[in-house]
């Protein structure tokens, strides 16, 4: 089924477009999980107090919830300082080994969800880079409108280069991928289970299989990483080599894309990648 985040409700679609059911809510979520099994909702609060809900909830960034809109439970205190500082990522929510983890922003630590437990699985260490406790407690010294943090946001974060997103975050049985950004720069990030080896990156990877562009990595699965490039952009970038890179453009790796991108129009359904690790 597909599950769908509106206004103050979910809306749920089979795969075949027809509607199932609508599970409307009070309090603000900017991104959820659907726990099939237990047919329970874990909504994020993106750092939002919640105030209007006045009850224990309030306060929380997870709240679990069912097809009525109740919530069950709810877990991960927003740290003071933090208040309404949201970062909006495409999965806050990325799974492995059938165990949903979930990232809070401004946060180093990365949780296991489950519907009995929500339990720190995680914990970054950014070394210099990370921010410092301290410097949210001055963050009252700047504006006191709750959503007017942009000038804490500079100040003490950005002028410091200490990280303060974190975009992706994927496992797989052998490696930990994720990428994060500071004030002046983001960085690609691999870490080696077995070896507990630790390598950083640019900000994009390099194709070096078939020389085409690299978009930035969603998902993954026990064994690999996924991603989609979208066909307008696949046909684009191959007309981009064509144009400025003539001897690219007739390598036959490349041509394997040549081929792929001429079955495709500008809105053709998205091209699935999929990212193997090398031995």
């Known amino acids: 089924m597909i599950h769908a985040l509106g206004a103050f409700k979910i809306v749920v679609y089979n795969l075949e477009g027809e509607f199932i059911r609508e599970v409307n809510f009070d309090f603000f979520i900017y991104r959820f999980t659907h726990l099939e099994q237990e047919d329970l909702y874990v909504g994020y609060a993106g750092n939002s107090k919640n105030t209007q ?3 224990t909830h309030s306060g929380n960034n997870l709240f679990f919830f069912n097809k009525d809109g109740k919530v069950i439970k709810s877990a ?3 740290p003071k300082g933090r208040e309404q500082m949201r970062f909006m990522v495409s999965n806050k ?5 059938n165990i949903t983890k979930f990232y809070p922003h401004l946060s180093d630590t990365v949780y296991s969800i489950n ?10 260490n950014y070394q210099e880079h990370s921010i410092p406790e301290e410097v949210f407690s001055r963050r009252e ?4 409108i709750p959503h007017e943090w942009v000038e804490f946001r500079e100040k003490e974060l950005i002028e410091n280069d200490y990280v303060l997103n974190l975009f992706y975050f ?3 049985n052998r490696f930990i991928h994720f990428r994060i950004g500071t004030g002046s720069s983001q960085y690609n990030i691999f870490h ?3 070896t507990g080896e630790t390598k950083v990156g640019p900000r994009r990877l390099t194709n070096d299989i078939d020389y085409a562009f690299v978009p930035f990595i969603y998902e993954s699965s026990d064994e690999s990483l996924y991603t989609i490039i979208e066909a307008g952009d696949l046909i684009r970038e191959l007309n981009r080599i064509y144009e400025n890179e003539p001897l690219l453009y007739a390598h036959p790796n490349t041509q ?24």
Do not use: G
């Not at 929510?93 to 080994?97: E, S």
């Not at 894309?257 to 031995?279: G, M, R, T, Y």
């Open 93 to 97: 929510f990325p799974l492995y080994d």
């Open 115 to 124: 519907p009995d437990e929500v339990v720190p699985r995680y914990v970054l």
């Open 141 to 144: 010294q700047y504006s006191r």
């Open 76 to 78: 991960v205190p927003i």
């Open 170 to 172: 994927n496992e797989t």
């Open 53 to 55: 809900i006045r009850n």
């Open 192 to 194: 080696d289970k077995l």
């Open 256 to 279: 394997h894309l040549v081929n792929l991108a001429n079955s495709l129009k500008e809105d053709s359904n998205p091209v699935l990648q999929i990212l193997h690790f090398k031995e």
